[in-house]
């Protein structure tokens, strides 16, 4: 089976069980890809709809706020704080609007800080304290989208325990078979890639393998591992619609 097929029968799984979440009465899951539905098209957001009527978007902050990870496993809790972090970053932008970049607000990552499960934590703080170090899985540099057309496209639905392997697979297949994140010159045998595997090398090549061999894991037309590697600038620019 190739990996377009596998990318097809992950995201009819993905619609399946999102509503079979829904009827099982997973509150926070059901809301968020209820949200994500409504307010995501094309990999970009409605900021402006959103500012007009944040309803939904306020009490999805407030459930975030309040939530119980007591009893969650490990599935439930990385999921929690996989959309944790994607509608934060939407009230963030939503907040400061009107913006061209999330760069525009001083300390949007490293400093403003949110409710989240009981704590007051930044941005960076969830992803770099509760997801990273925690679960030691790059796959979730194609799940977190910081509100950038830099960033892989924000999905329209929501990130979901009982499929959250599937759903990553499914993302990381995704982009790395972009040709406009991954960007390979067959002729000069050159490839120039996302910054994000700049940043977090060390994510990437933590199982002893290269960057080129993590993409390729992934990747149906294979990039041969003596092509030249380079990291495009990433694009800061807003992803809203």
């Given at each position: 089976?190739?990996?377009?097929?596998?990318?097809?029968?992950?995201?009819?799984?993905?619609?399946?069980?999102?509503?079979?979440?829904?009827?099982?009465?997973?509150?926070?899951?059901?809301?968020?890809?209820?949200?994500?539905?409504?307010?995501?098209?094309?990999?970009?957001?409605?900021?402006?709809?959103?500012?007009?009527?944040?309803?939904?978007?306020?009490?999805?902050?407030?459930?975030?706020?309040?939530?119980?990870?007591?009893?969650?496993?490990?599935?439930?809790?990385?999921?929690?704080?996989?959309?944790?972090?994607?509608?934060?970053?939407?009230?963030?932008?939503?907040?400061?609007?009107?913006?061209?970049?999330?760069?525009?607000?001083?300390?949007?990552?490293?400093?403003?800080?949110?409710?989240?499960?009981?704590?007051?934590?930044?941005?960076?703080?969830?992803?770099?304290?509760?997801?990273?170090?925690?679960?030691g899985d790059a796959r979730i540099h194609f799940a977190l989208v910081c509100a950038a057309l830099g960033c892989p496209p924000i999905k329209p639905f929501a990130y979901l325990p009982?499929?959250?392997?599937?759903?990553?697979?499914?993302?990381?297949?995704?982009?790395?078979?972009?040709?406009?994140?991954?960007?390979?010159?067959?002729?000069?045998?050159?490839?120039?890639?996302?910054?994000?595997?700049?940043?977090?090398?060390?994510?990437?090549?933590?199982?002893?393998?290269?960057?080129?061999?993590?993409?390729?894991?992934?990747?149906?037309?294979?990039?041969?591992?003596?092509?030249?590697?380079?990291?495009?600038?990433?694009?800061?620019?807003?992803?809203?619609?």
């Amino acid at each position: 089976m190739n990996m377009k097929m596998m990318h097809k029968i992950y995201i009819f799984l993905i619609i399946i069980c999102t509503f079979l979440s829904a009827n099982n009465g997973d509150d926070f899951f059901e809301a968020t890809g209820k949200f994500l539905a409504n307010h995501v098209k094309d990999g970009k957001v409605n900021y402006s709809a959103l500012k007009e009527n944040s309803s939904e978007l306020d009490d999805l902050t407030k459930t975030i706020a309040e939530f119980d990870l007591g009893n969650l496993n490990a599935a439930e809790t990385k999921a929690f704080w996989l959309n944790a972090y994607n509608i934060l970053v939407i009230r963030g932008v939503v907040t400061h609007l009107p913006i061209n970049s999330p760069l525009d607000v001083e300390g949007f990552f490293k400093t403003i800080t949110y409710p989240a499960a009981g704590e007051n934590l930044t941005l960076d703080d969830i992803e770099h304290k509760k997801i990273r170090p925690v679960y030691g899985d790059a796959r979730i540099h194609f799940a977190l989208v910081c509100a950038a057309l830099g960033c892989p496209p924000i999905k329209p639905f929501a990130y979901l325990p009982a499929i959250l392997d599937e759903q990553l697979d499914a993302s990381t297949i995704e982009i790395l078979n972009d040709d406009s994140f991954i960007i390979v010159d067959e002729k000069a045998k050159k490839v120039a890639v996302s910054e994000i595997f700049n940043w977090f090398r060390g994510d990437f090549e933590n199982e002893g393998v290269t960057i080129l061999e993590y993409i390729n894991r992934y990747r149906e037309a294979k990039i041969p591992g003596d092509y030249e590697l380079s990291f495009n600038p990433y694009n800061w620019q807003l992803n809203s619609l």
